[in-house]
């Protein structure tokens, strides 16, 4: 009688460590699944700032340009020459796309930085 508990309890005993394995098992598997989901957003975010880093540097290259047109206008007026409105009307045509693609930039979620 002793000897058949012995062999249930062992067996018990078995049946436990082969079912802790196979939670462990489980538990492991889920973990690298959580990983590779986890580095995949990381790779997305780093793809995000890079386009945006892309697309903010288009869009200081025409302030720039647009820095250089008011410099050029103010340089004018120093040497008493006059600026007319067209010369003014330049500046903001230039400005206002400028403008315009900051405020589409992050304003839907799903796209972030839509097609210029």
Known sequence: MIGALLVLVLFVVVLHAIATKETLRAILTQQHSMEARLMSTVNDLKALVTALDTETNAVAA???????????????????????????????????????????????????????
Do not use: E, F, M, Y
């Open 62 to 116: 025409k302030l720039d340009a647009q820095i250089a047109l008011i410099q050029q206008l103010k340089d004018q007026i120093a040497n008493g020459s006059p600026v007319s409105q067209a010369d003014l009307d330049a500046v903001v045509a230039g400005l206002q796309p400028i403008s315009d693609r900051l405020t589409t930039l992050g304003a839907d979620p799903n796209q972030p930085i839509p097609p210029a």
